[in-house]
């Protein structure tokens, strides 16, 4: 059965970067897309990138767009998530998900627990 483990979270100062993993037991994530999602407190949940089985295709939300990176590295079977010139407003729980598909845009199937990000002076 497959696990998501996300980590990497902690507190930031604005300006600052974290890098996030999330890493996968029981099943491979090498056929499926990734997402990263954020929710903070009193908000929807936010996805916030995904990256294609192989890599090639990566999507951003216009918030996180020229500041977070996704990549991947499936010999790891880890996804990871570089961010970077962090705002407050970035403050939130992140989490990781498999979708059902190879490529981005399509439903997510499997969830990892989330890892708290915190940007603050």
């Known amino acids: 059965q497959l696990q998501l483990v996300a980590s990497g979270g902690g507190l930031v100062q604005p300006g600052g970067s974290l890098r996030l993993s999330c890493v996968a037991s029981?099943?491979?994530?090498?056929?499926?897309?990734i997402g990263w999602f954020r929710q903070a407190p009193g908000k929807e949940r936010e996805e916030v990138s995904c990256?294609?089985?192989?890599?090639?295709?990566?999507h951003y939300a216009d918030s996180v767009k020229g500041r977070f990176t996704i990549s991947r590295d499936n010999a790891k079977n880890t996804v990871y998530l570089h961010m970077s010139t962090l705002k407050p407003e970035d403050t939130a729980v992140y989490y990781c998900?498999?979708?059902?598909?190879?490529?981005?845009?399509?439903?997510?199937?499997?969830w990892g627990q989330g890892t708290q990000v915190t940007v603050s002076s």
């Open positions: 029981g099943s491979t994530l090498n056929y499926y897309a």
């Open positions: 990256i294609s089985s192989n890599g090639g295709s990566t």
């Open positions: 998900a498999k979708s059902r598909a190879s490529r981005c845009g399509y439903s997510y199937a499997d």
